[in-house]
């Protein structure tokens, strides 16, 4: 699937409040969907460019040869999801942020986990 058919598939996840494909080398957003005045996705996409480069970070100082799975932020209603696209070898990452009262987390990371097997860069 594209990029614009992985966005839409994840927004489809209950409670998706906004997603991103994001390059965390340039901090831009490929694409998004979703957001609104409350959620802006291209700011977010910049931040959160900064916690993946952060981990990573740790992950080369500690001499910890693996791959990030997932980031998880929870808030107090909401989870923000970071999932790195390992399997192509890429500097992009999935970004969904979900509203806590109306999604699973378990169901998001399965649903996002599948949507990243399914993209095509």
Do not use: C
């Amino acid at each position: 699937m594209n990029i614009q058919s992985a966005l839409q598939e994840a927004m489809a996840i209950d409670g998706a409040l906004g997603v991103a494909v994001v390059d965390y080398e340039s901090g831009m957003a490929l694409g998004f969907l979703g957001g609104g005045q409350h959620l802006d996705l291209e700011v977010a996409a910049a931040g959160n460019t900064e916690v993946v480069r952060a981990k990573l970070r740790a992950l080369a100082a500690l001499a910890i040869d693996d791959v990030i799975e997932d980031i998880l932020i929870t808030l107090g209603t909401q989870y923000h999801l970071i999932r790195p696209l390992t399997r192509s070898q890429s500097s992009l990452f999935l970004y969904l942020a979900l509203d806590r009262s109306r999604g699973n987390l378990a169901l998001a990371r399965h649903a996002l986990k599948g949507i990243e097997a399914g993209l095509e860069l």
